[in-house]
């Protein structure tokens, strides 16, 4: 039998062939009755230098293979497939932006760790020093269309109404009255009915955001005709905090649900609590050799450099990237979506602009034209300066409310599967998919025991009423978050 490169490939030498061979050479020498049992001096040579030579060959084939992206692996694939233009994609870690609350002044350092309520393996890192600042009162201004002559008012907050005010009503009537809610105490008040009613949260209502004043059992008139009012927030509400975003302790994908990254690991004077409002951006593991593998293959298959699938091929490798689609008007009048005759538009989420505007011009054909909403500068191997467009897909909030029946199978920690599957499904629609909730959400659920019926509520604004799909525009893409999905076992 032929060994080593042969018209097949790579054959190896294995070693009961090597050992085989020394025994046989062995024999020929010192006669068929030579001992080569594994007790005798003649056969620990034989194991040992078959063993060697074994390894020989072993290290020969992994150098054969490691020419090949089909049988390479770690690093040597990665130098294979440099060969074709494409590196591994490294792994990114989780981040989210963390709001720290405390003291005026207090300083976190960098390197504090921050950990998941239930779950102290999901542990993210502060990456800089960052300080608390002075927080704000909230101001909000209710302004009238006509200054009245006749009629009554009242103000609601949080589900209480104040005493009726008066069309004469002062601002101290307006402060009195508000301060006269179980909820409120320090609030100031300014202005009239001419310029508006300032009102001011100050003291115990301080420093904290507050829900939108309404006005309700209006009767005001001027003249007899009637009096509109309008409630603004005219400056936001905040306790003393500080915003950062912090980082995944390792790389990879660390979740961290919205409100949950709440436990200071190593505790500093000033800094009372922690929390993150919306649900961490997950990173993602050094790509596999599977992966890399099977995404080598995609790109040899692109048509040529210049092609629609070829951009959309070649703006997916880009890091950070995480939904690509694009368009093309192949009229010679403007299409219905304002794109030029004969023009492209690529739309993009994720990445960093200059990099999206490079990798369009280098796969773009020539004398075409690129079509979006942003528009970046590069500059091309002659030097000139070219303004490449690009479009970011409109981001829709999917609101998501679930009423669960369950038996005893459910776990204890079900509504949250059940919430993470629905997110983690959206996450997976791409730019333009329609939300679908029959049957592919409910699928979702799937694999989560225990629930014997499901109502969904889902739309794109708070407390949706029906379980209607959610129609996505073609340069839209639904945007979950675990903050707008509410999960409720009936």
């Given at each position: 039998?032929?060994?080593?490169?042969?018209?097949?490939?790579?054959?190896?030498?294995?070693?009961?062939?090597?050992?085989?061979?020394?025994?046989?050479?062995?024999?020929l020498?010192?006669?068929?009755?030579?001992?080569?049992?594994?007790?005798?001096?003649?056969?620990?040579?034989?194991?040992?230098?078959?063993?060697?030579?074994?390894?020989?060959?072993?290290?020969?084939?992994?150098?054969?293979?490691?020419?090949?992206?089909?049988?390479?692996?770690?690093?040597q694939?990665?130098?294979?497939?440099?060969?074709?233009?494409?590196?591994?994609q490294?792994?990114?870690?989780?981040?989210?932006?963390?709001?720290?609350?405390?003291?005026?002044?207090?300083?976190?350092?960098?390197?504090?760790?921050?950990?998941?309520?239930?779950?102290?393996?999901?542990?993210?890192?502060?990456?800089?020093d960052?300080?608390?600042?002075?927080?704000?009162?909230?101001?909000?201004t209710?302004?009238?269309?006509?200054?009245?002559?006749?009629?009554?008012?009242?103000?609601r907050?949080?589900?209480?109404?104040?005493?009726?005010?008066?069309?004469?009503?002062?601002?101290?009537?307006?402060?009195?009255?508000?301060?006269?809610?179980?909820d409120?105490?320090?609030?100031?008040?300014?202005?009239?009915?001419?310029?508006?009613?300032?009102?001011?949260?100050?003291?115990?209502?301080?420093?904290?955001?507050?829900?939108?004043?309404?006005?309700?059992?209006?009767?005001?008139?001027?003249?007899?005709?009637?009096?509109?009012?309008?409630?603004?927030?005219?400056?936001?509400?905040?306790?003393?905090?500080?915003?950062a975003?912090?980082?995944?302790?390792?790389?990879?994908?660390?979740?961290?649900?919205?409100?949950?990254?709440?436990?200071?690991?190593?505790?500093?004077?000033g800094?009372?609590?922690?929390?993150?409002?919306?649900?961490?951006?997950?990173?993602?593991?050094?790509?596999?050799?599977?992966?890399?593998?099977?995404?080598?293959?995609?790109?040899?298959?692109?048509a040529g450099?210049?092609?629609l699938?070829?951009?959309?091929?070649?703006?997916?490798?880009?890091?950070?990237?995480?939904?690509?689609?694009?368009?093309?008007?192949?009229?010679?009048?403007?299409?219905?979506?304002?794109?030029?005759?004969?023009?492209?538009?690529?739309?993009?989420?994720?990445?960093?602009?200059?990099?999206?505007?490079?990798t369009?011009?280098?796969?773009?054909?020539?004398?075409?034209?690129?079509?979006?909403?942003?528009?970046?500068?590069?500059?091309?191997?002659?030097?000139?300066?070219?303004?490449?467009?690009?479009?970011?897909?409109?981001?829709?909030?999917?609101?998501?409310?679930?009423?669960l029946?369950?038996?005893?199978?459910?776990?204890?920690?079900?509504?949250?599967?059940?919430?993470?599957?629905?997110?983690?499904?959206?996450?997976?629609?791409?730019?333009?998919?329609?939300?679908?909730?029959?049957?592919?959400?409910?699928?979702?659920?799937?694999?989560?025991?225990?629930?014997?019926?499901v109502?969904?509520?889902?739309?794109?604004?708070?407390?949706?009423?029906?379980?209607?799909?959610?129609?996505?525009?073609?340069?839209?893409?639904?945007?979950?978050?675990?903050?707008?999905?509410?999960?409720?076992?009936?």
């Amino acid at each position: 039998m032929t060994y080593g490169i042969t018209d097949e490939g790579f054959k190896v030498k294995r070693l009961a062939e090597i050992k085989s061979e020394i025994e046989d050479e062995l024999r020929l020498v010192f006669g068929s009755g030579v001992d080569l049992s594994s007790n005798t001096v003649f056969g620990q040579f034989v194991g040992i230098y078959a063993e060697r030579e074994a390894s020989v060959w072993e290290l020969a084939e992994a150098v054969y293979n490691s020419q090949y992206p089909k049988t390479s692996f770690k690093s040597q694939l990665d130098n294979v497939v440099t060969l074709t233009g494409i590196t591994r994609q490294p792994g990114v870690k989780s981040n989210v932006a963390l709001t720290f609350l405390g003291d005026v002044g207090t300083v976190i350092p960098s390197g504090s760790v921050f950990s998941v309520d239930g779950n102290s393996s999901s542990r993210f890192v502060l990456d800089q020093d960052v300080t608390i600042g002075a927080g704000q009162n909230e101001i909000q201004t209710i302004t009238f269309s006509l200054v009245p002559d006749a009629g009554n008012f009242k103000i609601r907050y949080n589900g209480q109404d104040t005493g009726v005010l008066a069309h004469g009503a002062t601002s101290q009537n307006v402060e009195d009255a508000l301060n006269g809610l179980p909820d409120l105490s320090e609030v100031q008040v300014t202005g009239d009915f001419s310029g508006g009613f300032l009102i001011t949260f100050q003291g115990a209502d301080g420093l904290k955001e507050h829900e939108l004043l309404t006005i309700v059992d209006n009767t005001l008139e001027q003249s007899s005709t009637a009096v509109t009012t309008a409630v603004t927030e005219t400056q936001e509400g905040f306790p003393n905090r500080v915003i950062a975003t912090v980082y995944g302790e390792e790389v990879g994908p660390t979740t961290a649900p919205s409100g949950t990254l709440t436990i200071i690991e190593n505790p500093i004077t000033g800094l009372n609590s922690v929390v993150n409002e919306l649900d961490a951006i997950v990173g993602n593991d050094v790509e596999s050799d599977s992966d890399l593998k099977v995404r080598r293959e995609e790109s040899l298959q692109r048509a040529g450099s210049s092609t629609l699938d070829a951009m959309v091929s070649r703006l997916s490798d880009l890091d950070d990237v995480t939904a690509v689609v694009g368009f093309e008007n192949i009229t010679m009048i403007e299409d219905s979506d304002g794109r030029p005759p004969k023009s492209f538009e690529m739309v993009v989420q994720g990445a960093h602009n200059q990099d999206i505007a490079e990798t369009v011009w280098e796969t773009k054909p020539g004398g075409i034209e690129s079509h979006g909403s942003s528009i970046e500068q590069i500059t091309d191997s002659q030097g000139f300066v070219r303004n490449i467009k690009f479009s970011r897909p409109t981001e829709v909030n999917i609101y998501v409310e679930i009423d669960l029946t369950t038996d005893s199978n459910f776990p204890i920690n079900g509504l949250t599967q059940v919430r993470d599957a629905v997110v983690a499904h959206g996450d997976a629609l791409g730019i333009g998919q329609d939300v679908i909730v029959y049957p592919k959400l409910l699928c979702a659920l799937n694999d989560i025991q225990g629930i014997t019926d499901v109502a969904i509520r889902i739309g794109t604004s708070v407390s949706p009423t029906t379980d209607d799909n959610v129609s996505i525009a073609p340069q839209e893409i639904s945007a979950w978050d675990t903050s707008r999905t509410i999960i409720t076992e009936v």
